[in-house]
């Protein structure tokens, strides 16, 4: 499946994921991901952009975001991105591009808002990291299932937007990941369509005036008449 012209639709929440370039690692210690996550949320606030969920890992990040704006992504990860390059470089004593070209991401509706954060938060389970998400310490997994009391991103603010409530996250996201659940975030996310129900996705190329389904290839059948 191609990918298409980023989508960004203002006031729903979107996955968003970017790797290091070729794959090499972003953070080398812990002050390092202390020094991102500050830029991101000064970066954040300035161009009005939710964190809802979020995981660090070695060499890529997943977040969950709710852009108030249309340029509030591209705006936020382009300003936290160049300002975290700079400082990483200068540190290690390095040069050249630290990340990979563009991010990717996919608009999201209600139901596979809640999946996706799973998702988010169960990348080190699935690395072979941790045993359960809640005990990786760069990701917002502690702070949603009620652990860690410090929420500088303001992640909390997933639970306004589903019916789970923070008492239920544990049990949620100790849950087996689902293939099928992880095959379409991947997807969508790869190729920057919506993931979402029908309705949702006519809704969206409505408000957006974009078409997201994917058309047959070639010419349409001939009616045959008998």
Not at 1 to 28: C, D, E, L, W
Not at 137 to 152: L, T
Request: some cysteine; proline content about 6%; glycine content about 6%.
């Amino acid at each position: 499946m191609p990918r298409i012209a980023r989508v960004v639709a203002a006031g729903y929440p979107h996955h968003i994921t970017q790797r290091g370039n070729y794959r090499q690692k972003i953070f080398a210690d812990d002050t390092d991901r202390g020094k991102y996550l500050s830029l991101l949320k000064e970066e954040s606030k300035r161009y009005h952009l939710d964190i809802l969920a979020y995981c660090l890992m070695s060499n890529h990040v997943h977040f969950m975001a709710l852009p108030q704006r249309e340029d509030s992504m591209g705006k936020v990860f382009k300003y936290t991105n160049m300002k975290y390059s700079q400082y990483y470089n200068n540190k290690m004593r390095i040069s050249g591009h630290l990340f990979q070209g563009r991010f990717f991401s996919c608009v999201l509706d209600e139901r596979h808002m809640i999946t996706c954060a799973r998702y988010i938060e169960r990348n080190p389970v699935r690395a072979k990291l941790v045993k359960e998400p809640y005990l990786w310490p760069y990701s917002s997994a502690k702070i949603h299932c009620g652990i860690k009391q410090d929420d500088p991103l303001g992640t909390n603010q997933l639970f306004d937007c589903i019916e789970i409530e923070p008492k239920g996250w544990k049990e949620f996201i100790e849950a087996p990941d689902n293939p099928d659940e992880m095959k379409g975030i991947r997807e969508k996310t790869r190729t920057g369509r919506p993931l979402g129900t029908n309705d949702f996705i006519e809704r969206l190329e409505g408000q957006l005036k974009r078409l997201f389904k994917l058309k047959p290839k070639g010419r349409p059948k001939k009616k045959v008449y008998k």
